[in-house]
């Protein structure tokens, strides 16, 4: 019994197990035991109670904390209410405020829309522009003359006469094509590409959408005759003068731009089509020569009639050179020769007068310098071909082939190349040697003294042949003499600016002048329009292009040779 009450060994003792015993049997075992029991269950039912009041007056102190947090939120959105009522007061008034300036600006827009409309309908001879004081070229209104004729205006008044269907049908025909011939002269592209664009927007009423129904109705239609004006311009600019595109990228980009987001959205989807194809065939071109096939733009003219096939066999071809080609032949490929050089000569470099020194004007007008260059290689060549021949009778052969080759060359109307030789025939080292003159046939000699006296007679670029292109052969491709040109625009620019009295802040644009020197730049625009149908000999033109000038104590040396002084 001592064992098992100590817990020895080998056994469980007494009182672990009455702790392991159910609750229910260990009061009947150990009356003190129960009555310990007792007292735990009622201290913690106790315990219970106290957390269930703790909790409960913790749940009534967080609700009375949310109510008070309701109640103030409750406050504070009553007064929000009242300040949105307010705010929404002032707004309403400021709404009612700036509808009634909506309208005002609305109402000056339709007085002003109502003015250009009635201005629009005014002569050109009602004096509607600022003051004549001004000093902004563009602010002054256009000079008329008695017969409707624009006499002086800014670009911006330029450009108004060419968006007026009526002056442009009716009263000065030729007005479009003298500006495209002549703007160069004052303004680049992009400052009249911006100033046509700064026109279109000028007749834009379609931001007017509460105009009266009559009078909005007149506003398009009028904005619709300038907006068809502008478009033909654009169409007659990208067809006929492709070298302003060809220069300047950046203005097709602008071009493409305007056709996208103004033209076609606004229904000009054909004349879109038209400038498109006007671009391309400007963009398409740059790589083209005019001894090939081709057409430069639908500006661009070929004669009509058949290629004529060359006076040597392509077998020879290889091993032609100028001294041994027939005259017709020669003529031929030294038409093309000189009319390659004429299509690369800009507008912009004829009103330069660079050109008159050499050296200015292989920088500032180089494909002049090349032109005016390769006509002096080419007297050259054709004055050293005469005097380097020591038998007179064969220097007199030499002098009548080289009167043929001028003649060949006006028949051609290569009036440049004729020029050229003519030039040769005329130097005083050629014409002093009397001995070989008398072995000329005397017809071929009068076939030289009426080619001399017709170009000394016209004076004209085109040795009298303007008339006559103009009326039989319109298409027919020719070469004008750039010098007579050059000197002529030289000669008009310089009585402009000796009779202009006007500060250059106050000058406005000649007309005059510009029709003065559009009578000369159409021949070479008109010339580089149209192309020779020849066959080109690579041999030959690359012959003509390697001609060096001969130094002019050389020639004389040859000259002496030929015929002793006495």
């Not at 197990?17 to 310990?36: C, V, Y």
Request: proline share 4%.
């Amino acid at each position: 019994m001592d064992n098992i009450r100590s817990g020895g060994t080998g056994a469980v003792g007494f009182l672990g197990l009455i702790e392991e015993m159910p609750t229910t049997l260990q009061p009947i075992l150990d009356p003190s035991l129960r009555a310990r029991t007792v007292k735990v269950e009622e201290k913690k039912q106790e315990v219970a109670l106290q957390e269930r009041v703790a909790i409960e007056m913790a749940y009534e102190e967080r609700q009375r904390e949310a109510l008070a947090k309701y109640e103030k939120a409750l406050d504070k959105l009553s007064i929000k209410e009242s300040e949105l009522a307010a705010l929404g007061k002032e707004i309403n008034q400021y709404t009612v405020d700036i509808e009634a300036k909506r309208q005002l600006l609305q109402d000056i827009a339709d007085a002003k829309a109502s003015m250009q409309l009635l201005i629009s309908e005014l002569t050109p001879y009602v004096d509607l522009s600022p003051s004549e004081s001004s000093t902004d070229p563009a602010a002054r209104k256009g000079e008329y003359d008695m017969h409707g004729l624009i006499v002086r205006g800014s670009l911006w008044n330029l450009i108004e006469v060419l968006t007026d269907e009526k002056y442009c049908t009716q009263v000065d025909k030729s007005f479009r094509q003298t500006f495209f011939l002549t703007y160069h002269l004052h303004s680049p592209p992009h400052t009249v590409y911006e100033t046509l664009i700064k026109r279109w927007r000028s007749r834009d009423f379609t931001q007017h959408a509460s105009l009266a129904k009559g009078l909005k109705k007149e506003l398009e239609r009028q904005a619709h005759l300038t907006h068809k004006c502008i478009v033909d311009l654009f169409l007659y600019w990208t067809d006929f003068f492709i070298q302003d595109w060809q220069l300047e990228a950046a203005l097709v980009s602008k071009l493409i731009e305007f056709m996208n987001t103004v033209l076609i959205p606004q229904g000009w989807k054909k004349e879109v089509e038209e400038l498109r194809k006007n671009l391309i065939s400007c963009l398409g071109s740059l790589a083209l020569l005019p001894s090939q096939k081709m057409v430069i733009g639908s500006s661009a003219k070929i004669s009509r009639s058949k290629i004529p096939s060359p006076l040597l066999p392509e077998s020879e071809e290889k091993k032609a050179s100028l001294e041994t080609l027939s005259l017709v032949e020669l003529a031929r490929q030294l038409a093309l020769h000189f009319h390659s050089l004429l299509c690369k000569v800009t507008l912009p470099e004829l009103y330069s007068a660079t050109w008159k020194s050499p050296k200015e004007a292989a920088k500032m007008a180089p494909n002049i310098h090349r032109f005016l260059d390769f006509s002096e290689r080419f007297t050259s060549f054709c004055t050293r071909r005469i005097l380097k021949e020591e038998d007179t009778e064969k220097r007199a052969r030499l002098i009548e082939g080289t009167i043929l080759l001028a003649s060949h060359s006006v028949e051609s109307h290569n009036v440049a190349g004729a020029a050229a030789i003519l030039k040769s025939l005329v130097n005083p080292m050629v014409r002093r040697l009397d001995q070989t003159w008398t072995e000329v046939d005397p017809k071929i000699q009068q076939r030289f003294q009426d080619l001399a006296l017709r170009q000394n007679s016209a004076d004209d670029g085109m040795m009298g042949m303007d008339m006559e292109l103009k009326s039989s052969c319109t298409s027919s491709p020719g070469v004008p003499n750039l010098e007579v040109i050059l000197r002529h625009i030289d000669t008009i620019l310089s009585e402009e600016r000796s009779n202009s009295t006007e500060t250059h802040e106050n000058l406005l644009l000649s007309c005059t002048l510009l029709r003065k020197l559009s009578s000369q730049a159409v021949l070479v625009y008109v010339h580089q329009r149209n192309f020779y149908r020849l066959h080109s000999v690579p041999t030959i033109q690359a012959q003509l292009s390697s001609l060096k000038a001969v130094p002019l104590d050389q020639l004389q040396e040859l000259s002496l040779r030929c015929q002793p002084p006495f």
